[in-house]
């Protein structure tokens, strides 16, 4: 599975971005998929998941009613619609695609990373 993440850009504090992440290959809806983000000087952290069909999602305290992960199995798509954006949301954002599911907030489960999109929010 090939990832390549997009939508990446800058914004002033408040504002709203969505990220796509197309998937390559016919098996995208068997992998759960999920977000991550790195900021300069800190260890990459999780933003958000979502299962192979759709139907459950999961996503880290500090994004929780401002970010929307959703999934679109016939376009091989993963997207992350982030509302309401801080400064502090500045980061490299990942896309991921985890075989198992087995434990969606941990980097190290994933098998499949995308190249990155870089979000500026400015205050």
């Known amino acids: 599975v090939q990832l390549q993440a997009s939508g990446g850009g800058l914004v002033q504090a408040g504002g709203s971005l969505r990220l796509s992440c197309e998937a390559s290959g016919r098996t995208f809806s068997r992998y759960v998929m999920g977000w991550f983000r790195q900021a300069p000087g800190k260890e990459r952290e999780f933003v958000a998941a979502?299962?192979?069909?759709?139907?459950?999602?999961s996503y880290t305290d500090s994004v929780k009613g401002r970010f929307t992960i959703s999934r679109d199995n016939a376009k091989n798509t993963v997207y992350l619609q982030m509302n309401s954006l801080k400064p502090e949301d500045t980061a490299v954002y990942y896309c991921a695609a985890d075989r198992y599911g087995s434990n969606w907030s941990s980097a190290t489960e994933y098998d499949y990373w995308g190249q990155g999109t870089l979000v500026t929010v400015s205050s």
């Open positions: 979502i299962s192979w069909s759709g139907g459950s999602t």
